[in-house]
T-cell receptor, first 118, second 113 residues
Framework: GAVVSQHPSRVICKSGTSVKIECRSL??????MFWYRQFPKQSLMLMAT?????????EQGVEKDKFLINHASLTLSTLTVTSAHPEDSSFYIC??????????????FGSGTQLSVL | GENVEQHPSTLSVQEGDSAVIKCTYS??????FPWYKQELGKRPQLIID?????GEKKDQRIAVTLNKTAKHFSLHITETQPEDSAVYFC????????????FGKGTTLSVSS
């Protein structure tokens, strides 16, 4: 399937610092990418929809000033967790729809970023 | 918006038995229903999907059925194996490229040998 690359895979940071997570589509162009957050033993919760060249669309309850999303090119979206606090510790995972030969588009996921805020 | 309910939350079966996981969705406009398998600490992997113009789809030991009228769809795994043990998520969305998937809460499947 299509490849979505996400970096870093793991981040440990101090409370109050900012962390940037990158999500790249390696073999296709993604005008739209999605950012999810997953707490331990819970489901994937949609945080925001990242749109290339325009503002991201945030889900209800997600602070747009805290979770900054930039989608400056057709292959890169970034999520910056600003002034991170321990409650922001979670597994963050991006995804993008990609064309699949012989089928309609399917959603592929990056490898995820485990964020731990001390 | 869309809401997806998934049952059961945990499922334990003996190797060789079948496992069934059920999901319901709320938005009648949803027309794409994938299933993902996620192992601990890893990304979700698409295992099978179905679109609203099809009632059933099968891929070896895995099958998915869709009842549009009742707005529910199910994952069927036959001849389960220990390596099938994982968390399974159902999801629903519109077909359009800009629409995200909304996930169910997940089912932890344990297959004992």
């Amino acid at each position: 399937g299509a490849v979505v690359s996400q970096h870093p895979s793991r981040v440990i940071c101090k409370s109050g610092t900012s962390v940037k997570i990158e999500c790249r589509s390696l073999d296709f162009q993604a005008t739209t990418m999605f950012w999810y957050r997953q707490f331990p033993k819970q489901s994937l919760m949609l945080m925001a929809t990242s749109n290339e060249g325009s503002k991201a669309t945030y889900e209800q309850g997600v602070e747009k000033d805290k979770f900054l999303i930039n989608h400056a090119s057709l292959t890169l979206s970034t999520l910056t967790v600003t002034s991170a606090h321990p409650e922001d510790s979670s597994f963050y995972i991006c995804s993008a729809r990609a064309p699949v030969e012989g089928a309609d588009e399917k959603l592929f996921f990056g490898s995820g970023t485990q964020l731990s805020v001390l | 918006g869309e809401n997806v309910e998934q049952h059961p939350s945990t499922l334990s079966v003996q190797e060789g038995d079948s496992a069934v996981i059920k999901c319901t969705y709320s938005d009648s406009a949803s027309n794409y229903f994938p299933w993902y398998k996620q192992e601990l600490g890893k990304r979700p992997q698409l295992i099978i999907d179905i679109r609203s113009n099809v009632g059933e789809k099968k891929d070896q030991r895995i099958a998915v059925t869709l009842n549009k009228t009742a707005k529910h769809f199910s994952l069927h795994i036959t001849e389960t194996q220990p390596e099938d043990s994982a968390v399974y998520f159902c999801a629903a969305s519109w077909k359009q490229a800009g629409t995200a998937l909304i996930f169910g809460k997940g089912t932890t499947l344990s297959v004992s040998s």
